[in-house]
């Protein structure tokens, strides 16, 4: 009965996803933050300290664990331990104007950097 | 043949001190009487039980509320569980101060660690198998805290887990090793434990005189048959009484507020909130184990543990039972401390 992971997910249209916003994308089980300058990143729902799922608090703008208390900004970074290291993220594609988000491959990470963001490039 | 399979198992005589109940408190026949029952209860459950996600759940429920007797066998089997492992580790007490690891009794001591270590296994591949919500995020946080491990830590999770998060081929793992490999595992230790305690000439009496003998039937078996008698009754109306837990069904998108790991891994879930994740859930587990393996070594020529080996076990024992006891009973949403009452 297990079902074998769909290696990419269609989060949906680009335009879809305005800057500044979190979506959580079910079907990946990540949330698709976009960040005000249009970067794109996919963020993995799993908190890095013990795995619960932690969800985005609209009203405060971050990511809050109910396990631990562990605080995540949108980037995914650290804001209050225990969690040890910032959330992991997926791999981003476009493919004709939509989001393809690659879930067979984790990528871990300590902290954000900019290089970790996804500009997508629109087609006219 | 079959007076001398039994006489594998039993001497025909027993000094007198050896029957006395003080001197074993009944442990080690409480955890067998124990085992025994789970295995029933576990075979009886499996009839009706399925070990597939939303399956497992309902037929779960099934058992629960439809099935002729199937709560109390549900709860018996349970609540069994969990007294096995406090018999277990009572037992190891019990064992450790009468100094009964030493030669002759080498291979007695390490076969009860290994049945400890299935007792812990056989408890954390069971807890999942309900599929609630308690289950799904208890295995979760539990299994989450073995990627802590340096170098080896992910793939023994992903090994664990079948993927990198709870799932059905987790499920699916779990339930064949509580159902297939662990009761035949128990089935070898256990006779193997049995066989080195007959092999050492029964338990450990000290200065045991052996000229007052008494006969094992029918001195010793009524006393055991009166101690079992006693246990599955108290078992049973416990089982009566108090339900085993079934929350909503596992949803692997929403963690519940008060998330904790199966009680016996509380003490390592609280060590992690207090110190570096290596040296709480790597080289402290590591250290006590390296302990009670190195213990027939450490004392080898004492009738009791030196005072030195005592204060480490004991120390070891009090942190464990302490941050069991905080995680159970002084933790609440968020892991914050609270007051229980």
């Given at each position: 009965?297990?079902?074998?992971?769909?290696?990419?997910?269609?989060?949906?249209?680009?335009?879809?996803?305005?800057?500044?916003?979190?979506?959580?994308?079910?079907?990946?089980?990540?949330?698709?933050?976009?960040?005000?300058?249009g970067?794109?990143?996919?963020?993995?729902?799993?908190?890095?300290?013990?795995?619960?799922?932690?969800?985005?608090?609209?009203?405060?703008?971050?990511?809050?664990?109910?396990?631990h208390?562990?605080i995540?900004?949108?980037?995914?970074?650290?804001?209050?331990?225990?969690?040890?290291?910032?959330?992991?993220?997926?791999?981003?594609?476009?493919?004709?104007?939509?989001?393809?988000?690659?879930?067979?491959?984790?990528?871990?990470?300590?902290?954000?950097?900019?290089?970790?963001?996804?500009?997508?490039?629109?087609?006219? | 043949?079959?007076k001398?399979?039994?006489?594998?198992?039993?001497?025909?005589?027993?000094?007198?001190?050896?029957?006395?109940?003080?001197?074993?408190w009944?442990?080690?026949?409480?955890?067998?009487?124990?085992?025994?029952?789970?295995?029933?209860?576990?075979?009886?459950?499996?009839?009706?039980?399925?070990?597939?996600?939303?399956?497992?759940?309902?037929?779960?429920?099934?058992?629960?509320t439809e099935?002729?007797?199937?709560?109390?066998?549900?709860?018996?089997?349970?609540?069994?569980?969990?007294?096995?492992?406090?018999?277990?580790?009572?037992?190891?007490?019990?064992?450790?101060?009468?100094?009964?690891?030493?030669?002759?009794?080498?291979?007695?001591?390490?076969?009860?660690?290994?049945?400890?270590?299935?007792?812990?296994?056989?408890n954390?591949?069971?807890y999942?198998?309900?599929?609630?919500?308690?289950?799904?995020?208890?295995?979760?946080?539990?299994?989450?805290?073995?990627?802590?491990?340096?170098?080896?830590?992910?793939?023994?999770?992903n090994?664990?887990?079948?993927?990198?998060?709870?799932?059905?081929a987790?499920?699916?793992?779990?339930?064949?090793?509580?159902?297939?490999?662990?009761?035949?595992?128990?089935?070898?230790?256990?006779?193997?434990?049995?066989?080195?305690?007959?092999?050492?000439?029964?338990?450990?009496?000290?200065?045991?005189?052996?000229?007052?003998?008494?006969?094992?039937?029918?001195?010793?078996?009524?006393?055991?048959?009166a101690?079992?008698?006693v246990?599955?009754?108290?078992?049973?109306?416990?089982?009566?009484?108090?339900?085993?837990?079934?929350?909503?069904?596992?949803?692997?998108?929403?963690?519940?507020?008060?998330?904790?790991?199966?009680?016996?891994?509380?003490?390592?879930?609280?060590?992690?909130?207090?110190?570096?994740?290596?040296?709480?859930?790597?080289?402290?587990?590591?250290?006590?184990?390296?302990?009670?393996?190195?213990?027939?070594?450490?004392?080898?020529?004492?009738?009791?543990?030196?005072?030195?080996?005592?204060?480490?076990?004991?120390?070891?024992?009090?942190?464990?039972i302490?941050?069991?006891?905080?995680?159970?009973?002084?933790?609440?949403?968020?892991?914050?401390?609270?007051?229980?009452?």
């Amino acid at each position: 009965m297990n079902t074998p992971q769909r290696l990419f997910v269609d989060a949906g249209q680009l335009s879809d996803f305005g800057p500044g916003t979190v979506t959580l994308i079910h079907e990946a089980n990540c949330y698709l933050s976009r960040l005000d300058d249009g970067g794109l990143l996919a963020i993995s729902r799993k908190c890095t300290h013990l795995g619960c799922a932690v969800p985005w608090v609209v009203e405060r703008g971050r990511f809050e664990c109910p396990c631990h208390a562990s605080i995540f900004d949108s980037t995914g970074n650290v804001i209050q331990s225990p969690a040890p290291r910032a959330l992991d993220i997926y791999l981003i594609t476009l493919t004709h104007n939509r989001i393809m988000i690659d879930t067979s491959k984790t990528v871990k990470r300590s902290v954000y950097v900019a290089e970790q963001l996804f500009y997508p490039q629109e087609l006219g | 043949m079959y007076k001398n399979f039994f006489f594998h198992l039993r001497p025909r005589k027993v000094p007198a001190r050896a029957v006395r109940f003080t001197l074993t408190w009944g442990l080690g026949g409480a955890a067998t009487l124990m085992v025994v029952l789970q295995l029933l209860t576990g075979l009886l459950l499996n009839f009706a039980y399925e070990p597939f996600p939303v399956h497992s759940y309902l037929s779960v429920q099934h058992i629960q509320t439809e099935l002729f007797l199937g709560r109390l066998i549900r709860n018996l089997h349970h609540w069994t569980g969990h007294f096995l492992l406090v018999v277990a580790c009572l037992h190891l007490l019990r064992v450790f101060f009468s100094g009964a690891y030493v030669t002759p009794r080498r291979g007695t001591w390490y076969s009860g660690l290994v049945l400890l270590l299935l007792v812990l296994t056989a408890n954390f591949t069971g807890y999942l198998l309900p599929w609630d919500q308690l289950a799904f995020w208890a295995i979760t946080i539990a299994s989450s805290m073995l990627a802590y491990i340096p170098v080896v830590g992910d793939l023994l999770q992903n090994l664990i887990l079948g993927g990198t998060e709870v799932n059905g081929a987790t499920l699916h793992i779990f339930h064949s090793f509580h159902t297939t490999l662990l009761p035949l595992a128990f089935l070898f230790f256990m006779s193997y434990h049995f066989w080195c305690i007959r092999k050492a000439g029964g338990v450990k009496v000290d200065g045991a005189d052996r000229q007052n003998m008494l006969p094992v039937v029918p001195e010793l078996l009524v006393r055991e048959l009166a101690f079992a008698a006693v246990v599955s009754c108290f078992l049973l109306l416990f089982a009566m009484f108090f339900d085993a837990p079934l929350t909503g069904m596992a949803n692997p998108s929403l963690t519940p507020e008060t998330v904790k790991a199966p009680w016996y891994f509380l003490w390592l879930q609280e060590l992690l909130l207090h110190m570096q994740p290596v040296l709480a859930l790597c080289l402290l587990p590591l250290a006590f184990s390296i302990f009670l393996l190195l213990l027939p070594f450490l004392s080898q020529k004492r009738e009791k543990p030196s005072l030195f080996v005592q204060v480490i076990f004991i120390s070891f024992f009090l942190v464990i039972i302490t941050l069991t006891i905080t995680g159970v009973w002084f933790r609440g949403a968020g892991m914050k401390l609270l007051l229980p009452w």
